[in-house]
């Protein structure tokens, strides 16, 4: 089991940065791959980014490449998501996730454990 605990999400205007942060407790962190999904009111979750267990592969959804980096510290059993260049588009609640696996995965299936989210909201 693994329980996850997402922090720092908030209101920002457009242009400006957010760090997102997933703490994880329970089973081995080193284990798993980690994701973050968000999903925008009114539409279904959406891949954003994913780090393998190793933290040498990562992955970015296509709207993201460029102003997201997700980043992970085994040591403190915590993954990160820096979000650059915010847009109104990227209003969502964000989740992070993690996958019993040592690739990246970006699908939804693939995920095991997932957190509570948390709002972030682009204002324009």
């Known amino acids: 089991q693994v329980q996850l605990a997402e922090s720092g999400g908030g209101l920002v205007q457009a242009g400006g940065s957010l760090r997102l942060s997933c703490a994880a407790s329970?089973?081995?962190?080193?284990?798993?791959?980690m994701g973050w999904f968000r999903q925008p009111p009114g539409k279904e979750r959406e891949f954003v980014a994913a780090?393998?267990?190793?933290?040498?592969?990562?992955r970015y959804g296509d709207s993201v490449k460029g102003r997201f980096t997700i980043s992970r510290d085994n040591a403190k059993n915590t993954v990160y998501l820096q979000m650059n260049s915010l847009k109104p588009e990227d209003t969502a609640v964000y989740y992070c996730?993690?996958?019993?696996?040592?690739?990246?995965?970006?699908?939804?299936?693939?995920?095991?454990?997932w957190g509570q989210g948390t709002q972030v909201t682009v204002s324009s």
């Open positions: 329970g089973s081995t962190f080193r284990s798993y791959s």
């Open positions: 780090i393998s267990w190793a933290v040498d592969y990562t």
């Open positions: 996730a993690a996958a019993p696996t040592r690739y990246v995965v970006t699908g939804t299936d693939a995920y095991d454990y």
